[in-house]
């Protein structure tokens, strides 16, 4: 019986331990990996004023993925030209 009181007290030991690291850490298992990412849809218009919207994927300032939805109108406002897609 003393042989397996000591194995489980050393296994709880190593767990309380690992638990204890990872706790003080800044070691984020889901991270701000998770923040950083996001996606939105927008429609982007060109000089003649036709306008598609597309699926805008960001990871933080960085253009993921810009994938067009398939919606398209015909406008003339033209505002969103030079705009920053990921900020």
């Avoid at 003393?2 to 489980?8: A, G, R, T, V, Y």
């Avoid at 991270?31 to 218009?45: F, M, P, R, S």
Wanted: proline fraction near 1%.
């Amino acid at each position: 019986m003393k042989k397996q009181e000591k194995i489980l007290s050393i296994l709880l030991l190593i767990l309380v331990v690992t638990f204890l690291i990872l706790s003080i850490s800044n070691l984020n298992l889901t991270g701000n990996a998770v923040l950083e990412k996001y996606a939105y849809t927008k429609a982007i218009c060109n000089n003649s004023g036709y306008c598609e919207d597309f699926l805008i994927e960001c990871n933080g300032q960085n253009l993921d993925k810009l994938t067009p939805t398939g919606f398209a109108i015909e406008s003339n406002n033209q505002e969103n030209l030079n705009e920053i897609l990921c900020d």
